[in-house]
DNA sequence: TCACTTGTTGTCCATTTGTTCAGGAGTCCG
DNA sequence: CGGACTCCTGAACAAATGGACAACAAGTGA
């Protein structure tokens, strides 16, 4: 008889005496990573219904019957995922209060939007095409999370300007528009680096790009670039 | 022996006396557009790789096999979209010069851009896709008339910026974060919805977003809104 | 060493996929 | 009507796909 395996349960390294004998091994680790990251590239490139299992596994330099023993099944690789990116992503974006200087908060904002294009292009894509195929997996997400997320930072914004601190722009669309317009470096980059004739991006492109964005977002809100 | 299909000819309604003793159906015109219209859906939601003949053959209402009849194979089907699309683009942006008024040009190419997202969302999802996919079909398009596109466009807002016209920003990025906030309403449409708690888009939104956008926008570029 | 858990992989299978094809139905004009 | 052309479609097929499984290898703590 063969064991159940493991299940593609959540990494659980440093967390010994739970029942199990054994800690479950550094191994599955290093492989869950190595599948994860290979994933993150078929999914980005080819969206849910279009990556095939096989395509991860060559990717990860695995056979295929490897990867289904950690992930028992698309689906579940599909979403441990997106808890990594959604993890990521939380860990990165800081509070924003009302009692911050609106100019240094939208600025951090951006900046820190498109630094998250240029370290993780892939995330930002596979996001991307989730939400244009109609969210399937993240739909509960988006309602509940992000929905909170997004008014928490809109009622701050409003704040600002009923304290006469910003211009009287709508706080929900300008997240959008901050939203969009970083985010396009990610997932258009090709066709950036197309449209400009390069082979590739390089950390000052991205520079440029963030204070463009702050200049002219800030300006439009009636705000100054602070120093 | 079988005739040769005539193999997804372009359209060629009203075309007759080429040698042809039948004008090539209405028949074939309404079912090509059937087609197309279910492919736009298919390969938006799915991608290249991700859509079926057979999903969208059951979204036409027409049996597989009748499909390829029309169009050869899967590739043929989607450039043929892509033609269509391409087409319907450039039929709607007009060309900039440099004694327009920067801030009516620039406010009518985002209200534009905002409609096409309002009137075409899949087109723009489709296009999306394709984008994030590493355009693979489009990447000729990206690098010669795409780019071309822009730097027409780039070259007049320079020239504006060099008669004081608008503040001194980046040409091609301001061209890029057009792009994106607008393409944004169409590509995450859900996120949208979920995030504003809306079961749909109306009219309205539209206008909301198109009036903020023009609003930042053209302040951000040291503009004043056209009355 | 032993007993047991964890990790590895080749093989098999039902289903789906893109595509071909042959034959037939429908349409149109003289 | 007849014949030329257009349109339609069920059947067939090789390749690919997601997944199940059983046998085996490696690791681990006693």
Redesign the interface.
């Known amino acids: 008889m063969t064991k159940q395996p493991v299940a593609d349960a959540p990494s659980r390294i440093g967390h010994p005496g739970n029942g199990r004998k054994y800690r479950p091994g550094r191994i599955r680790e290093r492989n869950r990573e190595k599948i994860l990251q290979a994933a993150e590239q078929e999914f980005?490139?080819?969206?849910?219904?279009?990556?095939t299992i096989q395509n991860i596994a060559e990717r990860a330099g695995l056979p295929k019957s490897n990867v289904l023993y950690y992930f028992s099944n698309k689906k579940r690789m599909y979403s441990a995922m997106f808890d990594d990116i959604l993890a990521r992503w939380n860990k990165v974006f800081t509070d924003i209060r009302p009692e911050d200087d609106p100019a240094v908060a939208l600025s951090t904002f951006i900046r820190t939007k498109v630094e998250m294009s240029r370290r993780y292009p892939l995330a930002s894509?596979l996001f991307?095409?989730e939400?244009?195929?109609?969210?399937p997996f993240l739909?509960d997400h988006?309602?509940t999370n992000?929905?909170e997320w997004?008014r928490g930072r809109a009622e701050v914004m409003q704040q600002w300007i009923n304290d006469g601190r910003m211009?009287p722009?709508?706080p929900?669309?300008?997240i959008?528009?901050i939203?969009?317009?970083t985010?396009?470096y990610a997932?258009?980059q090709?066709?950036?680096l197309?449209?400009?004739?390069k082979a590739e991006y390089e950390k000052r492109d991205f520079d440029?790009?963030a204070d463009?964005?702050v200049?002219?977002?800030?300006?439009?809100?009636?705000l100054e670039k602070p120093t």
Do not use: P
């Open positions: 980005a490139q080819h969206g849910y219904k279009g990556a894509r991307a095409m939400i244009i195929q109609g969210a739909l988006l309602r992000m929905r997004v211009a722009v709508d929900v669309q300008l959008f528009l939203w969009s317009s985010q396009h997932d258009f090709v066709q950036i197309m449209v400009e004739n440029h790009a463009f964005l200049e002219v977002i800030l300006r439009g809100c009636g």
